[in-house]
């Protein structure tokens, strides 16, 4: 269900924006491992732009697509009982040293979109752990990702 709520967004990002945004989060190692990890949302990062600047008409375009603001701080919306958080995908250089240019670029059913690699996920969820706010909310879920991420890494070689 999650992973269809990411396409029909990205869809609505792509064709009203020129959007190519980046499946994030716990749905993006699902995507690319194949294995469910019980996604709790839909994370998703965008140009910086959009976070910023470009926000009211982004959150405008939003909410006359049905999805409601949740958060605004953490910019955050929710529609069909699934909650989208949106972030600046430039924050994931100096978090996680993390290039957009490095990061591959897919098209399923006519939805453009990014993904990251297993590399680097390992690289996000390693930042992730030193984090202040993760680490006292999330620590042991984030070291749980890694334990993941280093399994699948071996089952690769």
């Not at 690319?32 to 926000?55: M, S």
């Not at 957009?100 to 939805?111: A, H, I, K, W």
Request: include cysteine; hydrophobic fraction near 40%; charged fraction near 30%.
């Amino acid at each position: 269900m999650k992973k269809s709520a990411f396409f029909e967004n990205a869809k609505l990002l792509n064709d009203k924006f020129a959007i190519i945004p980046l499946m994030y989060g716990s749905l993006g190692l699902e995507y690319i491992t194949g294995e469910n990890l019980n996604a709790d949302d839909v994370d998703i990062l965008i140009p910086e732009i959009f976070v910023d600047d470009k926000w009211d008409i982004f959150k405008n375009t939003l909410e006359s697509e049905g999805y409601v603001l949740i958060d605004e701080h953490e910019h955050s919306f929710q529609k069909n009982d699934v909650c989208y958080a949106y972030a600046a995908v430039e924050e994931l250089e100096s978090f996680a040293g993390i290039s957009m240019l490095e990061t591959e670029r897919q098209n399923v059913d006519g939805v453009t979109f990014k993904v990251l690699s297993l590399e680097q996920y390992l690289k996000v969820y390693c930042a992730s752990v030193k984090d202040g706010y993760r680490v006292n909310v999330r620590k042991k879920k984030d070291g749980e990702k890694i334990d993941f991420i280093k399994k699948h890494l071996k089952e690769d070689l």
